[in-house]
């Protein structure tokens, strides 16, 4: 036994821990492989408050198609088309990818933002390689913000009835 501890190699015997392996060791990580099915296209999952999209992605030239319609007739809005964009842009595939999407539940926002997730989600599951710029945007974390439940003795999650003291 060492009589004074001088190295990290003396604490080791000392106490008894493993040495983890030595430097020089290099341990090798897997890429990520495509997750794609017989037709070539990657699916993924968006939610959004208590809207849920299935999403499709596959090469084609940036048609997107939500409930058998198209983008502009579904979202008439222009800021919920730019949502559903901001995906390909950041990932720099704008106009690479065809999408179709079914989207049920919540309401024309949710709907937006849980194809966006989907979308996201597709992009980075068809090539993996794109996954860092998705997730430093923050386009692959489910936005958990929710509509909070209404409470007994309030009129609406917070707001109380008018009081009078007398």
């Known amino acids: 036994m060492v009589d004074e501890i001088q190295t990290l190699e003396d604490l080791n015997e000392v106490v008894g821990i493993v040495a983890a392996p030595a430097p020089d060791s290099v341990v090798e990580v ?4 495509p997750v794609r099915d017989d037709l070539g296209r990657a699916y993924a999952t968006g939610k959004r408050k208590d809207a849920v999209a299935r999403v499709w992605i596959k090469p084609g030239s940036g048609k997107v198609v939500v409930n058998g319609k198209e983008m502009d ?3 008439a809005r222009p800021v919920l088309q730019m949502i ?4 390909f842009q950041v990932a720099g595939v704008v106009d690479q990818f065809d999408v179709m999407a079914t989207v049920k539940g919540g309401g024309l926002s949710g709907q937006a933002g849980a194809v966006k997730h989907g979308i996201s989600k597709a992009l980075q599951l068809y090539e993996p390689s794109l996954r860092g710029a998705l997730k430093a945007a923050g386009f692959l974390t489910r936005d958990s913000r929710v509509v909070e ?3 007994y003795g309030k009129a609406k ?3 109380s009835f008018q009081f009078s003291k007398r």
């Open 30 to 33: 897997t890429p990520r492989e």
């Open 73 to 75: 007739k579904y979202f």
């Open 84 to 87: 559903l964009r901001q995906p």
């Open 149 to 151: 439940r209404k409470k």
């Open 157 to 159: 999650a917070r707001k």
